[in-house]
C-alpha cells in the first residue's frame, strides 16, 4: 500500500538512491532539503515517489516494476497529492525519471490527460585542471563598480541592500531555515550599488555535491554579472573539493553557454514528465 513516510523515516529510500544521478533526489532523502516521500510498501520499500520542494516536482526512483505504483499510484495521486498541488497554487504535475522504463507508470498515473516530456542536461565539472582555470578567466568583467561577496550570515540578516528580500527568498525557496544553508550551502552575489544584481549558490547538497541556482535580476542582465558569481562558486567548489553540478533545460541557451563558460561538460539527460491538473 503506498504510504508517505515521515522524515524521520527518509533513511529507510537511502539504498534507492544510491544508483540515482539526480542529486536532489539524495539531497532530499538525506534529510538536507525540504521535500516529502511516498514509497510502494512501508514494509518493504522497492519505489518512491519524492517530492523535491525546491523543483516544486516530483522524481520516481527505484523499482519501475512496483505493483503498486503500478495500480495504484493513480488513484493516490486523484485522491492524496493533487488536491495539495492545487491547493500550493501548482496546475501541473512535473515527475522526473532517470530511468525511461518509468513510462509505464506515468502513463497511469496520467490517465486520459495528455503527458508531455522532454529531457534535462546535467553539467558537471571538467577534470582537466587546466582547460578549468582557461576557461574560467573567460569570464572576466571589466566592470569596476560591481563587488562580488560571500553569502555570510552578516549578509543574510542586515538590509544594507534595497533588495535584500531577493537573497532570503532565493535561499528560502531550496532550504528550510537560512541556518540549514549556512551550514551546509555557500554562494555569492554580485553587489551593484546597493543592488543585489546576481546570486550563485548551493540549492540542493550531497555526497560533497552542491547543485547550482543561480539568477541575474532582470536590469541586471546581459553585463556578465551571472558568470561572475558563477565563476567564483566553481572555484571555491575547486579549492575545498566540492563538486558542481549544473541542471538546465536544453532550450536555455543562456544557463548552457554560462555552464560551459565556468568550465562546466554535460554529463547526462534524465527525462521530465508533465501533464496540466485542469485537463
Known sequence: MITEINKHE???VKHLTDWCQN???KAVAYGLNPGRIYVDDAENITAA???IHGQSGFQLIGDSRSEPF???LKEYMR?????ELLNLHIHAVEIGVVDEAWEDVLQHISGKREISSDIQHVFKLNPNPISYQVTLDVCASQDEEVRILRIEQVLLGEKRYKNSSFLKDKISHFWTTI???LQHGFGYIAVHNDDIASVCFSAFTADQTHAVDIETVEVYRRRNYGA???KAFVEEC???GIHPYWDCSPDNAGSIRLAQGVGMSLDFNYRVYWYDLFT
Open 10 to 12: 527518509f533513511h529507510k
Open 23 to 25: 542529486i536532489e533526489v
Open 49 to 51: 515517489l519524492i517530492w
Open 70 to 72: 503500478l495500480n495504484e
Open 79 to 83: 485522491e492524496r497529492i493533487e488536491p
Open 179 to 181: 541556518d540549514d544553508f
Open 228 to 230: 561572475m558569481v558563477a
Open 238 to 240: 575547486g579549492r575545498v
